[in-house]
């Protein structure tokens, strides 16, 4: 009666297989991250068979690549990386974990794991904390200028507002910093901005002048 009530779910490649991590990061300076485990868990109420499979078997050492998982436990994957050298840095490669029920040989799910390998932990960490520091000030800039934009519903000065000229200056300054790339400026690499950053200031500026225009002419009319 149990085999009835839960066949019905067991679907050809549409069991979801609950395994972590998805990504695997090998660091070449690091060799304590040549060695990595996979967990695998059987949330079900039945006997999982596994297997692991890669598209690049002769780079990796895989213990226990097939098995058995019982009924609501884990298992762990050993997967050790033996071919670490430059060439292979940044390729991307993929295992696939196909699993099964004890008495099917059809696969019912699969997940598959990406595995990288990089050169050094440490410039991956600086990379990483550098584009932070990039997205932070960008959110901020966003933010700072969205808050400029805010339309006024104050009555017209007999000329353009504040906000109009500080508008103006903030994005003059904008054109004005570096571009992300130059690498013999002086101007610390926080404040370097991108081309579409640059596009859309001078975009800014110009829609600013033409608002400004308007406005005197709306006043100069009254």
């Known amino acids: 009666m ?3 009530k839960r066949q019905p779910e067991l ?6 297989v609950f395994v972590f991590p998805t990504e695997l990061i090998f660091y070449a300076d690091d060799q304590s991250t040549h060695k990595q485990v996979l967990t695998l868990y059987n949330p079900y109420e039945f006997a999982l068979k596994f297997k692991v499979l890669c598209t690049t078997p002769n780079k990796y050492t895989v213990v226990d690549a097939s098995g058995a998982v019982k009924p609501q436990c884990c298992v762990d994957i050993v997967i050790r990386h033996r071919d670490v050298r430059a060439s292979h840095f940044g390729v991307i490669d993929k295992f696939r974990l196909q699993v099964s029920e004890q008495s099917q040989r059809k696969a019912l799910g699969r997940k598959e794991i990406i595995a990288t390998l990089l050169p050094s932990a440490k410039e991956q960490q600086q990379k990483e904390e550098e584009e932070k520091r990039i997205k932070e000030h960008l959110t901020e800039s966003v ?3 969205q808050n400029l934009c805010q339309p006024e519903h104050r009555t017209a000065s007999s000329g353009p507002s504040l906000l109009t000229v500080f508008l103006g200056i903030v994005c003059v300054a904008a054109l004005m910093l570096p571009t992300l790339g130059d ?27 033409c608002l400004s225009g308007l406005i005197t002419m709306v006043i100069l009319k009254t």
Not at 11 to 16: F, K, S
Not at 187 to 205: D, E, F, G, I, R
Request: proline share 5%.
């Open 2 to 4: 149990q085999q009835q």
């Open 11 to 16: 679907v050809e490649g549409n069991l979801p």
């Open 143 to 145: 933010f700072f200028e």
């Open 183 to 209: 690498m013999e400026s002086l101007v610390p690499l926080y404040l370097h901005l991108s081309v579409n950053q640059k596009l859309v200031a001078a975009y800014v500026l110009v829609l600013n002048s």
